[in-house]
């Protein structure tokens, strides 16, 4: 209870520090559409997913911008809650499942990613949820639970679509169930399919595709941008020209991807072909023609991920907005966007913020130690006893969760954050395996003397 109250009382320091909200690129296109929604106009985002939209459209009806960051501060403090409950349930020590929240309670990137009109936290909230449910029963899962997880899971992806792969280990861990394994599975993918397959119909009445996006292909394309090689490369004349030039060394990957002067914004895609579609095969005819390269940039993403400072990663994608700042990030674009809404633009207040910065540049948990947690966790299930199903869903959905990002986008901290809260639950989870383990052996060696 001590660490949740410092942890709100930290919070409201963020509260103070910025205000009414801090503000991304994408915050604007969110805003915006729940600004359409509330207007009739039911036309889902062709780049980002649209069900963040929809969340905030009583926040945007009553134009209280700061409501936002105050309801993702209270989703920060409800995912460190289930990390604790599902912790206690499974019989840990309180004081251990209480060290397992420091992360999700206390990490700067957590903090500032709340105060973010952005999907982070209720995606990570909604991905927890659905998890705990999934174990709680330790004596059975109820189809009614299986039902409400994948329907938690299935709403997560119409935040962002990259979450799309949190059904696998789900899945998986229904089927290791005993007993109405099969019943079990349809209510869980069933559930799942609902929210999915209805944003999917309702993209396609909007933009003729069924897809999340329309701009799929440009996320490839500055994917493979950073290590493309033309050279050897059958190609069609027009896409040539998104061949990179740079040397590979001098490449940036933000640049390639959103630049209006990148290749693929520049290029004139023969008639017939939409601009995405076209970029999506050049991509794709990288992968097939270098994948070991792509293999060492995705390995090299995952890696990063666990480095000892918050740096700019492979790609020097630089982390700056997410760290706390005492002065309001120059975005003119974006602030006039939202200002053409009625929002002002981000404030801070010198004294809290300068309190963070000071925070966030010393009180962070380094990449090693979550690498370490996640080694736990693998230990507990290879050398843990008793059911570890439970160990298996957290650790596999601490790997799932970051394979997306690593595979189809560029790297950035913010795809960092499950890890806040996963790999603590594995690696509790996988220290209690290996601690029975250890006293079964015990027990044992003592029934023998």
């Not at 942890?7 to 600004?35: E, K, N, W």
């Not at 991905?127 to 330790?138: E, I, K």
């Not at 992806?157 to 089927?175: G, K, N, S």
């Not at 499950?418 to 052996?441: E, H, K, T, Y």
Request: charged share 15%; net charge positive; with cysteine.
């Amino acid at each position: 209870m001590a660490l949740l109250v410092l942890a709100a009382a930290l919070r409201g320091v963020v509260l103070a520090a910025y205000q009414p909200a801090l503000i991304f690129p994408d915050s604007v296109r969110y805003l915006q559409y729940a600004h359409n929604f509330i207007h009739g106009r039911w036309s889902p985002d062709a780049l980002r997913q649209s069900g963040y939209s929809v969340l905030i459209i009583p926040i945007a009806a009553l134009h209280a911008e700061w409501l936002i960051p105050l309801t993702q501060h209270l989703a920060g403090l409800a995912t460190a809650v289930l990390v604790y409950a599902v912790l206690i349930r499974f019989g840990a020590r309180t004081w251990l499942a209480a060290l397992a929240t420091i992360p999700v309670l206390f990490d700067p990137l957590q903090l500032v990613l709340e105060q973010y009109v952005l999907t982070d936290v209720w995606t990570l909230l909604l991905m927890v949820a659905a998890l705990v449910l999934l174990v709680w029963r330790r004596d059975g899962l109820t189809v009614r639970a299986a039902a409400l997880a994948g329907l938690l899971l299935g709403v997560a992806v119409t935040f962002r679509d990259q979450e799309l792969i949190m059904i696998v280990p789900a899945a998986l861990y229904v089927l290791l169930l005993q007993g109405r394994r099969l019943v079990r599975l349809a209510a869980l993918t069933g559930s799942f399919l609902v929210p999915v397959v209805g944003y999917l119909g309702w993209f396609a009445a909007a933009h003729g595709v069924w897809n999340f996006t329309t701009f799929d292909g440009a996320f490839l394309y500055g994917r493979v941008a950073d290590f493309a090689d033309c050279q050897g490369l059958n190609l069609p004349a027009y896409e040539r020209p998104l061949c990179p030039a740079e040397p590979p060394a001098q490449r940036n990957a933000d640049f390639y991807t959103w630049d209006p002067s990148s290749p693929q914004w520049t290029f004139t895609p023969p008639a017939g072909r939409s601009r995405d579609a076209v970029v999506r095969d050049f991509s794709l005819r990288i992968l097939r023609h270098q994948p070991g390269a792509y293999a060492e940039a995705v390995v090299r993403d995952l890696g990063y991920g666990f480095s000892p400072v918050r740096g700019a990663g492979p790609e020097r994608y630089s982390p700056a907005y997410l760290e706390f700042q005492t002065k309001v990030r120059p975005d003119r674009e974006a602030y006039a966007s939202i200002g053409k809404l009625g929002y002002p633009p981000p404030e801070i207040r010198a004294g809290p913020a300068a309190f963070l910065a000071a925070y966030g540049r010393w009180f962070y948990l380094p990449g090693p130690l979550f690498a370490a947690g996640l080694a736990l966790a693998l230990a507990g299930l290879v050398f843990g006893r008793g059911d570890r199903r439970a160990l298996l869903l957290f650790t596999v959905s601490a790997v799932a969760v970051v394979l997306p990002p690593a595979m189809f986008a560029t790297f950035d901290w913010r795809y960092q954050l499950p890890q806040l809260s996963l790999i603590p639950v594995a690696a509790v989870l996988g220290a209690d395996a290996i601690r029975s383990r250890f006293s079964a052996s015990l027990e044992g060696r003592s029934a023998n003397l």
